[in-house]
């Protein structure tokens, strides 16, 4: 009876380690747990076309990740150009959306995604911002990622290049 115990308790145990996140997770033999969780790995996205914010949308409070389609509908819609082809829906089931919002602006502005990572407890964006000309009004530069939702992470860096 005791061994029976004993089994179930190192079973239970077991299993419920192997449901942890990766924060719970031991550090792999050759690093400590401080570098492991700071170990970077790439991530791959699909940048998100054919969306606008939404008219009357205070940008400073649409979240850098969304994950939820109520969310995501509350903040963007497909433009009109973008109605009559082909866009990509986030399926939110299986994906995290990284919204990415700069100031409205005079000039041409260009935000091109260069390079996202993932440690135990953050992702890291790296993106290039490139200025051009006055223009003739005013635009609001945004970049939409989507991102499997198994690289989600609580917090979101964001660094910027400018050109």
């Known amino acids: 009876m005791k061994k029976n115990i004993c089994f179930s308790a190192l079973a239970a145990a077991a299993m419920l380690g192997a449901c942890g996140n990766d924060a719970a997770r031991p550090a792999p033999a050759d690093t400590t747990r401080d570098e492991w969780q700071m170990m ?8 998100l076309m054919g969306y ?15 994950r939820s389609e109520e969310e995501f509908d509350r903040y963007f819609q497909k433009t009109a150009a973008s109605k009559s082809a082909t866009v990509t829906r986030p399926d ?4 995290v959306v990284i919204a990415i919002i700069l100031d409205e602006t ?21 993106s290039t911002v490139t200025l051009g ?3 003739t009004g005013t635009m609001q530069p945004f970049l939409l990622l989507m991102v499997d939702r198994n ?5 979101l860096q964001t660094t910027f290049e400018m050109k």
Request: glycine residues 6%.
């Open 92 to 95: 939110f089931g299986k994906s």
């Open 52 to 66: 606008a914010v939404r008219n009357g949308v205070r940008t400073d409070s649409i979240p850098t990740l969304i």
């Open 133 to 135: 000309k006055a223009a």
């Open 151 to 155: 690289h989600d992470r609580p917090r």
């Open 40 to 47: 970077e790995t790439s991530v791959p996205y699909e940048a």
């Open 106 to 126: 005079g000039i041409e502005t260009d935000l091109e995604p260069k390079e996202l990572t993932a440690t135990a407890t953050d992702l890291a964006l790296k």
